[in-house]
């Protein structure tokens, strides 16, 4: 039993949570189901309720109030059986505060003079009380002006870091709710809490950046609510009775890196024995309706690494080489004089034998700890993180051993949903850059360059990468908050901002203009988080923000349905734009603009259809028809050649059903010519990469797509690969073949936009393709090719693990495992066969046996 798409109940933001669970193995479907609540010592059942669901069914009872705490367990009827299945186990549910009157805390933080345009010291807040009768149960509920990390009695409350994360913070602040339970003892006790400027206050964005973009303060809001054995209560919340005191961070920025400075630190600090030295705090305020529980995983350490080499340069420096390019701080143990002084500095890539820190642009990614003469000391930053492959330690105290620093991999901590190899070791190795790629680009929100001054919520990438973003990871929770700050950022004539949230981007991103693939995220991402996940209220709540856009845009189209005027960024980094302007490609930016238009109208009008709007179902499929029809008439020739002659004008056209049925084949001809008279080596950018291998496989060129799967000649997704990458580039050629940089500002070795074919590789080389919702239905169709003679993959769909692994005989057969997760379907279409259904279980399928059986 799992609630929405959270990994546990606890602190949950809705009075009504919808319920999911899977079926017991070999059950088939369900024909009913009962549940079971127990709330307050009463049991309350709903009795057999007839139905096939079972994944975000409705909250059958009387709303959660705050603070209440249930246990739900579920039994089914399945087909065959006579009687229920067993109680699956309980599962427990907690409300958070569901109403702004159940806030009492305030933001209290340093209170003195500080110069706003200077980076400022992190501060330490705390407060000692007591605690009268022993404790039954506490919940701390905490979030901040800046970032936190709440230490109750010496003891760290929560394992996540750059909490709260990065929401639109005047409309959405995200508090979490901990048990802290444990952390307390009658008597005497201790809270205080580590602050940091974040994105709130802290240096964010371009040339430069821009500080305070939300505030000047850095505060903490936190209220501990303690139950005693006798049912009373005690509640310590922030307000003007807490002390701030400086701590032992001296500087701290996401992009800068930390300045730790250990004779400074008092252990003891947030404990009874600890220092009182602090001042009064500053109380400020904070409108507590704008206080909202998380709609998915927080950031956490979710892989440590050590270094595969240890190298000490002549000047006494020590390069330490992780072999993977990550996001994360090093964790190291040193011990050494007091005033000894390590700089740690980070990088993606080395430049001859150095640290290649020009992809960094002003994110100088640079810690420094500076020895109290204590013993060994184990530390690790709080409030930064870097990315990196390569990180140089300048001042060690002796010889540095691998097992003295580690790296710590920091992201969302999404539970993995997808897995995909196959017989090609540089195919395998694509597609785990493109898993890293994901991961270190998923930090509280879907970012990009996580090494350099950028790291925003880009619209467009995560337009293009979603699908495989949703294959790979439970995404659902993390990309609903951030389509709720997309709607909170929507300008009021419709247009969708290049980034979300948004920050100053002086001249080209500001002001904001409209721009086609990436204001079409409103669109495009509700709808694939639908089709993935089965979740029809997310595609509800996300639908006025897309309708808004395909309004504006039908706008400024006019009555010739052409969206040709305006900012547009095209097939962004077309490998043949120049370095330093990635919008100049080959694809007139305006035919793609066109395209996504009439491409959002259709699935805007596929979304009004799932959600009983059929007024609105008509009226923009109509709408997608005029402009797919102005389309034709501007861009194509009756014999289906493009005006812009490039793959991804061809691939939009094909992928988006764009052309008439006499257009298609004649275009996919031409565009696989396109692809084989340049030896198969990419020209698409972030629009045409996700959908080119596509439009040659529909078209009957699936040798051709791959081919540009295969190709590793530069440019292309395995030319990385050979180049030593382990994360997906931001270029097709970040690194030129001579083993130099490209020269362009925009340069990074980690960013997911490219990785989007990944998504063809699991539905294509894979096999796996959802029909309905959340893989209620299922297709089977593996297309061998490229001299691949095997794949396997799976996926944790919300109704429980499909898998499929197919391989060739050696007389030219194919065989194939699947398994159906209970309650789908599945339709097996394997080269060669005629269609077989499937229903829920194991499966062994051989196309020699099929071929036979057909004839």
């Not at 505060?97 to 807040?125: F, H, I, K």
């Not at 919300?798 to 789908?824: F, H, K, N, Q």
């Not at 229903?839 to 099929?850: F, I, M, N, Q, V």
Request: aromatic share 8%.
């Amino acid at each position: 039993m799992t609630f929405e798409h959270l990994p546990d109940g606890l602190g949950i933001g809705v009075p009504t949570p919808r319920l999911s669970w899977t079926l017991p193995p070999a059950a088939g479907a369900q024909e009913a189901y009962e549940l079971e609540l127990d709330r307050a010592g009463r049991t309350h059942r709903t009795g057999r309720l007839a139905g096939a669901d079972h994944v975000l069914t409705t909250w059958p009872w009387d709303p959660l109030v705050s603070r209440e705490r249930a246990r739900v367990r579920v039994r089914v009827w399945t087909p065959g059986v006579t009687g229920p299945s067993a109680w699956s186990e309980p599962a427990a549910v907690e409300a958070g505060l569901l109403e702004p009157a159940d806030w009492c805390a305030v933001p209290v933080g340093a209170d003195g003079d500080e110069d706003p345009g200077a980076m400022r010291r992190p501060v330490r807040v705390r407060r000692d009380f007591r605690l009268e009768r022993p404790v039954a149960r506490a919940r701390l509920y905490v979030t901040a002006h800046g970032l936190y990390e709440a230490e109750i009695n010496g003891r760290r409350v929560g394992d996540e870091i750059l909490a709260p994360g990065w929401t639109v913070y005047p409309h959405r602040l995200r508090y979490r709710t901990h048990d802290v339970t444990a952390h307390l003892t009658e008597g005497a006790n201790t809270i205080g809490a580590w602050l940091g400027d974040g994105w709130y206050r802290g240096k964010y964005g371009f040339d430069g950046g821009t500080r305070n973009i939300y505030g000047t303060d850095q505060s903490l809001v936190a209220q501990l609510e303690v139950t005693h054995d006798d049912g009373t209560t005690t509640v310590v919340a922030t307000d003007g009775t807490w002390s701030a005191a400086p701590g032992p961070i001296l500087t701290s920025g996401l992009y800068e890196g930390e300045t730790f400075d250990a004779r400074l630190h008092d252990p003891h600090w947030a404990t009874p024995r600890g220092s009182r030295d602090g001042t009064p705090v500053a109380v400020g305020r904070r409108d507590p309706s704008t206080l909202v529980a998380p709609l998915g995983p927080p950031v956490r350490c979710t892989e440590e690494i050590t270094p595969v080499s240890v190298t000490r340069t002549a000047d006494g420096r020590h390069l330490l080489d992780f072999g993977q390019n990550l996001v994360g701080r090093l964790r190291l143990t040193v011990d050494g004089p007091a005033g000894t002084t390590l700089t740690l500095r980070h990088a993606e890539v080395l430049q001859d034998g150095e640290l290649a820190t020009g992809p960094l642009r002003e994110a100088y990614a640079t810690d420094t700890l500076i020895l109290a003469g204590h013993g060994p000391l184990t530390w690790e930053p709080r409030f930064t993180l870097h990315g990196f492959r390569y990180a140089e330690v300048t001042g060690w105290p002796g010889e540095l051993t691998a097992d003295a620093v580690t790296a710590r991999v920091y992201h969302t901590d999404m539970r993995r949903t997808g897995w995909f190899e196959c017989s090609d070791p540089l195919v395998n190795r694509l597609h785990e850059n493109v898993v890293w790629s994901m991961r270190g680009n998923f930090v509280d929100l879907p970012t990009d360059c996580p090494q350099r001054d950028e790291r925003l919520g880009w619209t467009g990438d995560i337009q293009v990468f979603a699908p495989t973003a949703s294959f790979l990871h439970d995404c659902a929770g993390l990309l609903d908050s951030w389509l709720t700050d997309v709607g909170l950022e929507q300008l009021p004539d419709g247009t969708i901002p290049w980034y979300v949230p948004v920050i100053p981007g002086e001249p080209m991103w500001t002001p904001i203009h409209p721009g086609a693939a990436w204001g079409d995220v409103s669109v495009l991402t509700p709808w694939t988080l639908y089709r993935r996940f089965g979740d029809l209220e997310l595609l509800r709540r996300h639908y006025p923000t897309g309708k808004a856009w395909v309004d504006l845009v039908e706008r400024l189209a006019g009555p010739t349905r052409l969206w040709d005027t305006g900012v547009q960024l095209g097939d962004w980094l077309d490998p043949a734009a120049p370095p330093d302007d990635p919008a100049a490609g080959r694809t007139d930016r305006y035919l793609v603009a066109t395209a996504y238009f009439a491409h959002s109208a259709r699935h805007l009008a596929l979304s009004a259809a799932e959600l009983g709007e059929d007024a609105d179902a008509e009226r923009y499929g109509v709408l997608a028809e005029e402009v797919a029809e102005a389309f034709r008439r501007r861009y194509t020739a009756p014999s289906g050649r493009m005006t812009s002659d490039s793959p991804t004008a061809y691939a939009l056209a094909l992928a988006f059903d764009l052309l008439a049925p006499e257009q298609r084949q004649p275009a996919g001809d031409r565009l696989a010519l396109l692809v084989t008279d340049d030896d198969a080596r990419i020209a698409t950018g972030f629009v045409g990469t996700p959908l080119i291998c596509d439009a040659l496989t529909d078209t009957g060129h699936l040798d051709v797509a791959y081919r540009l799967l295969t190709q590793t000649a530069c440019p292309s997704w395995l030319y990385p690969v050979t180049m030593g990458a382990t994360t997906i580039w931001e270029r097709w050629d970040s690194m030129r073949p001579d083993g130099t940089l490209n020269p362009g500002g925009m340069t990074s070795f980690n960013h997911y936009a490219l990785g989007a074919v990944a998504d063809w590789m699991h539905r294509t080389v894979g096999g796996i393709t959802a029909t309905a919702p959340g893989y209620r239905g299922i297709l089977l169709r593996p297309r061998p090719g490229g001299g691949i003679t095997w794949a396997r993959t799976r996926h944790d769909t919300p109704y429980g693990t499909l898998s499929l692994a197919w391989e060739l005989t050696a007389t030219g057969d194919l065989t194939a495992r699947v398994e159906i997760p209970e309650g789908c379907e599945a339709t097996a279409e394997l080269p060669g066969c005629p269609p077989v259904r499937l229903g829920p279980g194991t499966h062994s399928l051989d196309t020699a046996e099929l071929v036979g059986k057909a004839a």
